[in-house]
């Protein structure tokens, strides 16, 4: 996480932050996410029959590599002096790439594509993030995030 000033902010347009630790995903991981969106598919949570698909075993869901940004975040952003909140605001943009297979670590690359005041202390950042599968090629996805910070 880096801190800057309101003064700093055109600076930080482009920013590339270093990519974010790597994070095994695992099959516990992959089974409690079925269970909390209800989406049982059986390349998800069945490994036995996911060998037999061309992914060669169990895979996570697209929204869970998805919802790790939260985790991500931690490392990569750009956060305002005086922040004391955030708020997810949504996407522009999200494209899955690549599917994670199960025990595949990943990690987020991210870039600070704008950062703009909607309303006095309130700043929309959009963000670009790349997941990135290791030893792959392909990313898992690509996203464009939106969020406020809400800076005293």
Not at 119 to 141: H, N
Request: aromatic fraction near 10%; proline fraction near 4%; glycine fraction near 6%.
């Amino acid at each position: 996480m880096k801190e800057i000033t309101k003064d700093d902010i055109q600076q930080y347009i482009g920013y590339e932050a270093e990519p974010t630790e790597w994070l095994q995903v695992t099959q516990e991981q992959i089974n409690q996410f079925a269970d909390c969106t209800l989406d049982h598919q059986f390349i998800h949570v069945d490994p036995e029959r996911a060998k037999d698909t061309p992914f060669g075993s169990t895979i996570a869901h697209g929204f869970l590599s998805l919802s790790l940004l939260s985790h991500f975040s931690e490392q990569y952003s750009v956060i305002i002096k005086g922040f004391y909140m955030g708020i997810n605001y949504g996407f522009d943009k999200v494209r899955f790439l690549a599917p994670v297979n199960v025990d595949s670590r990943i990690r987020a690359h991210a870039k600070v594509l704008g950062i703009e005041e909607t309303k006095p202390g309130q700043y929309r950042v959009k963000t670009e993030v790349t997941v990135e599968i290791e030893g792959k090629d392909k990313p898992a996805l690509i996203a464009e995030w939106l969020s406020v910070q809400m800076v005293a």
